[in-house]
Each structure stands twice: as C-alpha cells, then as structure tokens.
C-alpha cells in the first residue's frame, strides 16, 4: 500500500508554520481548517465511502462537548479522560439508532431523516435539562491554563493537536480506501442489495463505518470545547454545524479521503474572508455562497472540486 | 377542573393538528408524485410570511386578505425551484443524494437571503381578532387557530374531490401511479410536475398567510415546520393523504398533552422519538392502504 506522499509532505510543511511569527489569528483560521477537515472525513468514512448520508452529525460533535465538559465542571475530570468517556457515549448513541436502522432497512433519505431527528432530540433534552446544562444559554468553560485541563494561553499547541488528529483521521481514511473492509463499503454504495447477495455482511459494515465516523467526530466535538471554551445546545446539536460538514465534504469529494480536506480549504478561509470583508451579521452571505456553491456541485459535479482537479489533470 | 383541562388539552391538540396538516399535506403531494422530498417546505412557508408581513404592512391591510397575492406568488416560486433545480437533476439522471445535496443548497439560499433582506429579527402583525377568543364552555376557541383548522380541513377535503374528480387531479394521478404509462397516453410530465410542485407551494403560501397573525417570522422559522411534516408524512406513510391527516393529529396530540402536563421540550423529544421508533419498525407509515 503506497502511502501517499504528498501527504506526508503537506504534513510536515503544516508542522513547520508555526516558525513564522504569524498573528494568531492565522492560527484561528488553520485550526478551524483543520477541525472542519477533521470532522468532513470522519463524516466521510460513513456518508461518503457507504453512502449512508448523515444529516446529524452535530449529535456527536455535542455529545462529545457536552460529555467532557460536564465531567470537567462538575468533577473536575481531566478533558483527556472526558474524552474517553465522551467518545464511549457517543458510541453508545451510534449504536442505539445506528444497529436497528441499518438491522431493519432504514436507508437512503430516511436514514438522513433518522439522524436529523436524533440531532434535534438531542438538543431538546440538552436545553431543557437547564439545571445541569445551562439550558439554551449553555456552558463557560472556566479558564485554567495547563496541560492537565487541555487549556492552553496560545494557539500553537491546538494548532498541533489539530494537526495530528486531521493527520490521523485521513491517514484512517486512506487506509479504508485501501482496503478489504473500504470495498465493502464501496460496493454497498454502489448497491447495497448486490453487495448483500455477494456475501457482504452489510448492517456490520455499515455499523463499523458508523461507530469510526461518530468516535472520530465525539473527538471533534472534546476539542471544540476546550478551543471555543464556551459550548451551547443551538451551535453544537443544531442542523447547520450537520449541514457545513456535510457540504465541506461533498463540495471536497465525498468518495475521496482528501476529498473532505479539499472542501475545507476552499470554504473554510473563503468564508473567513468573506466574514472579514463584508462583516455581515453571522456571515449570512458565506452561507448564502455556500449554498448556491453546493447547489452548482451537486448538479454539475458528482465527484466534487477534487473530481474537476483530478479530470483536468488527466487531460 | 381537571376534565376540563383535559378537554381543553383534546381542543388544543386538533388546532395544532390544524397547523401542522396544512404544512404537510403540500410536502407529502410533491412526494407522493415527484418522489422527491421537498425540504425546503417550510423555508417556502417563511418566504411567505415575509410576503404576508410585506404586503400587510405596506398596504396596512389584515394578513388574511394577503392570501389571494401570497398563494400565486408561492405557485410560481414552486415551479420555478422544480423547473431550474429539481428538473435538471431527474434530466441528468443524478441520485438520490444530489437531490438532497440541492436542497439543503436551497435551504441555505433561501434562509440567508431571507437574512440579508430582512434581517435576523423577529417579526410579526398584531391582529386583534386572530388572538381573541370564543368560549363555549368549558373550552375556549383561539379564533386564529380555529381560522387555520377550519382551513385545513376544507383544504383537505377540497384536495380529495380535486384529485377525485378534477382532470388535472387525475392526471396527476396517473403519474404517480406509472410514469411511463403516463407519458404513453399522452401526458406532458413535465407540466404535471411543475404544476404539482406549484400546487404544494402554494399550500405553504395558504399556511403562510394564515400563520403570520399566530407565529413570529424570522429566516429560521420556517425548518421546524419542514422536521414536523417530514415526522407526520413519515408516521402517516409517504405519499398517504389520509395518512398524513392521520399524522398531523397524532403529533399535534402529543405535543398538546405532552407539552402541557410536561413541558414542550419534552413534547418535541417524544414526537421525534415516535418518528425513529416508526421509521424502525414500520417504515411504510402506520396507515399503509
């Protein structure tokens, strides 16, 4: 299995940034790079390699948010051990809806509709448990600056652990691609019923894909908190975070590993960009771009802009 | 007292269903003939509300006398969204998943637009009569809500003789049934679409008319609306019209009664846990003919 080297290059290169005496908001803009590439390719793993589009994965980014933080708040356990515990119950949740859905058949936009709705009752029970969650107003996260509570005065060691996450994530799904258990998945995107006939255990795989993708985004969602220091049940639970990944993959190329990544470097810096330059309230115009960006890709670009990149190229 | 209050929680439960019918039943024609999911149904319904809101306080005229320039409007918009976005899709033969990636493009559009235009604040008109009630003892009548459930079912009815009896009804029909044949006997398909996807916009432009004096208007008002229909036609069986009634007063129930002696939080976990524990167990909706 050649790894790619590119990769490996682009990896190195990323280390090697922080050099630079670059302003940290820079460091804002490739963090936010990274996680968003982060959490489209964990997406991927289960909506772009088996096609079992998840329009709620925010659930996970907010499980594994809420999960840690709550530890850390009332407890005072440390984020690294809240991870675990935030990873183990998003598991827990993928496998409550996933196993059934996948066991009696949910597919195609229901099983989008299954995960909508599983986002949604998510953030109606973390709102109105207010006495524990802060309700609609959410959680501060008190500032102590250490190690031990994954809390750091400068950006430079997130940017580093957002690296090697992102690097971990994509390495995971290369290796999928390339491998007994990617085609698999593949021939179930392709046809699910055809791939049953061949021999495939297709609620297995689906449900493996599944718990990879959700326990790579709970990780996602550990970070966001600890990053943003402030996490509520509206941006974390709510449709558009599910959306975004969605679109960040799908605008990459969603049967791709660097699919994801790709999507995340166009949208993530031209929506920064464009915050910056119009200053509109809640950058409603990068959303409105986004949209009509998605729409151009879904019609006119199956395999995303990494697809048009790789067409031109052979050209 | 307690009778009364569970009498008055049975009122309220059918008015809520008397909302959410006239949502829904749009979405669940459009699927029931395109086989494509509308998601941005309720986005059609916040434009709407923009438009009621515009018109009534342009002309300082009541939001229900907007209905007879709010519903053309929405018609058209409907088949302008199915001409330029969901036609080219079925035209180039694309799956499943672009036709969602599209729309949720559309939601996205259509939300932020609305932003930008309108900004992020809450609107509404104050209407007088919408908000009074009539009692008949022991329940009171919220007069706009009994305007909407009024309207739903005559909606209702009216949308069965149509497609009972109407040509066009029946052409519609026949398309839903077989393409193909349809196309064999001489039916323009893609005028059925475009004036189906019409008809269901212009169903959320009647919602929308009628919703205004209840509900505040703001570019995200319109998705809750969408999740609760898509919970109803899923309950009632895609493409059910009697399902889809039968849909929208389960979940108004349960958001009435749950909503009144829990809380509306808990209200909208409940409907949305029905909706996985059916789309589990039995995904061809409760009332498959």
Same mark, same amino acid.
């Given at each position: 299995?050649?790894?790619?080297?590119?990769?490996?290059?682009?990896?190195?290169?990323?280390?090697?940034?922080?050099i630079l005496p670059l302003p940290s908001y820079f460091f804002h803009i490739l963090i936010m790079l990274l996680l968003f590439s982060y959490l489209s390719t964990a997406w991927t793993i289960v909506s772009g390699y088996a096609k079992q589009i998840s329009l709620g994965h925010s659930s996970?980014?907010?499980?594994?948010?809420?999960?840690?933080?709550? =530890? !850390?708040?009332?407890? +005072?356990? #440390?984020? &690294?051990? %809240?991870?675990?515990? $935030?990873?183990?119950?998003?598991?827990?949740?993928?496998?409550?809806?996933?196993?059934?859905?996948?066991?009696?058949?949910?597919?195609?936009?229901?099983?989008?509709?299954?995960?909508?709705?599983?986002?949604?009752?998510?953030?109606?029970?973390?709102?109105?448990?207010?006495?524990?969650?802060?309700?609609?107003?959410?959680?501060?996260?008190?500032?102590?600056?250490?190690?031990?509570?994954?809390?750091?005065?400068?950006?430079?060691?997130?940017?580093?652990?957002?690296?090697?996450?992102?690097?971990?994530?994509?390495?995971?799904?290369?290796?999928?691609?390339?491998?007994?258990?990617?085609?698999?998945?593949?021939?179930?995107?392709?046809?699910?019923?055809?791939?049953?006939?061949?021999?495939?255990?297709?609620?297995?795989?689906?449900?493996?894909? =599944? !718990?990879?993708?959700? +326990?790579? #985004?709970? &990780?996602? %969602?550990?970070?966001? $908190?600890?990053?943003?220091?402030?996490?509520?049940?509206?941006?974390?639970?709510?449709?558009?975070?599910?959306?975004?990944?969605?679109?960040?993959?799908?605008?990459?190329?969603?049967?791709?590993?660097?699919?994801?990544?790709?999507?995340?470097?166009?949208?993530?810096?031209?929506?920064?960009?464009?915050?910056?330059?119009?200053?509109?309230?809640?950058?409603?115009?990068?959303?409105?771009?986004?949209?009509?960006?998605?729409?151009?890709?879904?019609?006119?670009?199956?395999?995303?802009?990494?697809?048009?990149?790789?067409?031109?190229?052979?050209? | 007292?307690?009778?009364?209050?569970?009498?008055?929680?049975?009122?309220?439960?059918?008015?809520?269903?008397?909302?959410?019918?006239?949502?829904?039943?749009?979405?669940?024609?459009?699927?029931?003939?395109?086989?494509?999911?509308?998601?941005?149904?309720?986005?059609?319904?916040?434009?709407?509300?923009?438009?009621?809101?515009?018109?009534?306080?342009?002309?300082?005229?009541?939001?229900?006398?907007?209905?007879?320039?709010?519903?053309?409007?929405?018609?058209?918009?409907?088949?302008?969204?199915?001409?330029?976005?969901?036609?080219?899709?079925?035209?180039?033969?694309?799956?499943?998943?672009?036709?969602?990636?599209?729309?949720?493009?559309?939601?996205?559009?259509?939300?932020?637009?609305?932003?930008?235009?309108?900004?992020?604040?809450?609107?509404?008109?104050?209407?007088?009569?919408?908000?009074?009630?009539?009692?008949?003892?022991?329940?009171?009548?919220?007069?706009?809500?009994?305007?909407?459930?009024?309207?739903?079912?005559?909606?209702?009815?009216?949308?069965?003789?149509?497609?009972?009896?109407?040509?066009?009804?029946?052409?519609?029909?026949?398309?839903?049934?077989?393409?193909?044949?349809?196309?064999?006997?001489?039916?323009?398909?893609?005028?059925?679409?475009?004036?189906?996807?019409?008809?269901?916009?212009?169903?959320?432009?009647?919602?929308?008319?009628?919703?205004?004096?209840?509900?505040?208007?703001?570019?995200?008002?319109?998705?809750?609306?969408?999740?609760?229909?898509?919970?109803?036609?899923?309950?009632?069986?895609?493409?059910?019209?009697?399902?889809?009634?039968?849909?929208?007063?389960?979940?108004?129930?349960?958001?009435?009664?749950?909503?009144?002696?829990?809380?509306?939080?808990?209200?909208?976990?409940?409907?949305?846990?029905?909706?996985?524990?059916?789309?589990?167990?039995?995904p061809s909706g409760l009332f498959e003919e």
């Amino acid at each position: 299995m050649p790894f790619p080297r590119n990769l490996l290059i682009l990896t190195i290169l990323a280390a090697v940034i922080p050099i630079l005496p670059l302003p940290s908001y820079f460091f804002h803009i490739l963090i936010m790079l990274l996680l968003f590439s982060y959490l489209s390719t964990a997406w991927t793993i289960v909506s772009g390699y088996a096609k079992q589009i998840s329009l709620g994965h925010s659930s996970f980014v907010g499980l594994g948010a809420y999960v840690s933080t709550l =530890l !850390l708040i009332y407890f +005072g356990v #440390t984020p &690294w051990f %809240g991870a675990v515990a $935030a990873i183990a119950v998003s598991l827990a949740v993928a496998v409550l809806i996933g196993f059934p859905a996948f066991k009696f058949g949910v597919r195609g936009p229901y099983f989008s509709f299954a995960t909508m709705a599983l986002a949604a009752i998510l953030e109606s029970i973390f709102i109105s448990a207010r006495k524990i969650t802060g309700g609609s107003l959410g959680i501060s996260i008190p500032y102590k600056e250490s190690w031990a509570y994954f809390q750091f005065s400068s950006k430079i060691p997130y940017y580093y652990i957002a690296l090697l996450t992102w690097f971990l994530a994509v390495t995971l799904a290369f290796s999928i691609e390339r491998n007994w258990f990617g085609y698999y998945l593949m021939a179930i995107r392709e046809d699910e019923d055809a791939a049953e006939a061949v021999g495939i255990n297709v609620t297995r795989s689906k449900l493996i894909a =599944l !718990l990879l993708s959700v +326990g790579l #985004t709970a &990780w996602g %969602g550990v970070f966001y $908190a600890q990053y943003n220091l402030y996490i509520d049940p509206a941006t974390l639970f709510g449709l558009p975070l599910s959306f975004q990944i969605a679109t960040t993959s799908t605008i990459g190329n969603p049967k791709r590993w660097i699919g994801p990544t790709i999507g995340a470097l166009v949208l993530v810096p031209f929506s920064e960009i464009l915050r910056v330059v119009t200053g509109a309230t809640f950058g409603s115009l990068s959303f409105l771009l986004y949209g009509a960006l998605l729409i151009i890709v879904a019609r006119f670009l199956p395999n995303g802009l990494h697809g048009l990149m790789t067409e031109k190229a052979k050209q | 007292m307690q009778s009364e209050l569970i009498l008055q929680v049975v009122v309220n439960g059918f008015l809520t269903a008397g909302v959410y019918m006239l949502v829904a039943v749009g979405l669940n024609m459009i699927y029931g003939v395109m086989r494509v999911f509308n998601y941005a149904q309720g986005e059609l319904v916040m434009l709407g509300m923009y438009g009621a809101y515009w018109i009534s306080t342009l002309f300082n005229v009541n939001p229900y006398l907007t209905l007879p320039a709010i519903v053309p409007l929405l018609f058209m918009v409907g088949v302008g969204i199915q001409r330029f976005m969901v036609a080219p899709l079925v035209k180039r033969r694309l799956p499943p998943e672009s036709h969602v990636l599209t729309m949720i493009g559309l939601i996205f559009v259509l939300q932020y637009s609305a932003m930008l235009v309108w900004t992020s604040d809450y609107r509404n008109v104050v209407v007088p009569i919408a908000t009074t009630s009539i009692s008949i003892p022991p329940c009171q009548f919220p007069i706009g809500r009994l305007i909407v459930f009024l309207s739903s079912v005559s909606i209702a009815v009216l949308m069965f003789f149509f497609f009972k009896c109407a040509k066009m009804g029946k052409i519609i029909r026949a398309t839903c049934q077989d393409r193909e044949a349809a196309v064999y006997m001489g039916i323009n398909i893609d005028r059925v679409e475009a004036f189906t996807f019409g008809l269901g916009a212009a169903l959320a432009g009647v919602a929308a008319g009628l919703l205004l004096p209840l509900y505040y208007v703001n570019p995200f008002a319109g998705f809750p609306f969408t999740i609760i229909s898509f919970i109803i036609v899923t309950l009632g069986g895609l493409g059910n019209f009697i399902g889809a009634i039968m849909g929208s007063l389960i979940i108004g129930m349960v958001e009435s009664v749950v909503g009144t002696f829990i809380s509306p939080e808990i209200a909208s976990a409940v409907a949305f846990t029905i909706f996985v524990l059916v789309l589990i167990l039995k995904p061809s909706g409760l009332f498959e003919e």
